[in-house]
């Protein structure tokens, strides 16, 4: 499908790396099909922008859920129940304490999983005051699936521009800021239990 995926070794443990993509449809495909290669914990590290403005720039977001508009991806899985996209909790806080171990500033919530990369102010508002405090394209697919498919899944979301007060990272800041995240995330992934 053109998404690369390396396997090797962390720490002694052997993990797998995989792109997924812009937005649902794509990432639901690589979900699935790493779950069908037996899968058992898949961890999103991707970028979002922050809704709120004590969300700097370089922070990380740990989605303890994922806002979503009905339709799209997730209905072809529930149709038109509203199901919740919520991470495994046990998961989530053990990559929350790692990220807090490491330096990180950690910023814990909701995020809004949006089918728009360049969506209207009018979502953002109406999304800020719903206390969501991140927005992405992925978290709600890949928690929707999770549950669904039976693979335990979280999140951590690099803040790389912030919605409320218009900043943003320069290319060489995001890279920097992706490899440090990358390599808190794999020795998280491999302290689990």
């Known amino acids: 499908r053109g998404f690369p995926v390396y396997t090797g070794f962390f720490n002694g443990v ?8 812009i937005g649902g ?13 037996g899968a058992e914990v898949i961890v999103r590290l991707g970028t979002c922008g922050g809704l709120k403005r004590e969300i ?5 977001i740990v989605p303890v859920g994922a806002a979503y508009e009905r339709g799209g991806t997730i209905g072809m899985y529930v149709g038109n129940t509203c ?3 919520v991470p495994d909790l046990d998961l989530t806080l053990a990559f929350e304490r790692r990220f807090r171990m ?4 950690v910023f814990r919530g ?13 979502y953002s508002r109406r999304w800020r005051k719903l206390n969501i405090i991140g927005v992405e394209m992925e978290c709600a697919t890949l928690f929707t699936l999770a549950r669904l498919r039976g693979f335990r899944a979280a999140a951590v979301l690099m803040v790389i521009d912030n919605l409320e007060d218009g900043t943003a990272m320069k290319l060489d800041e995001i890279r920097d800021f992706e490899e440090k995240a990358l390599k808190t995330a794999l020795k998280a992934l491999t302290e689990i239990k």
């Open 56 to 60: 700097i720039l370089g922070s990380v």
């Open 14 to 21: 052997r993990v797998s790396v995989a792109a997924h993509g």
């Open 25 to 37: 449809p794509s990432a639901a495909i690589v979900f699935e099909e790493l779950k069908m290669l």
């Open 110 to 122: 909701l995020v809004a999983s949006s089918d728009a990369f360049h969506a209207e102010e009018e």
């Open 83 to 85: 199901y919740p996209a």
């Open 102 to 105: 490491d330096g990180f500033r």
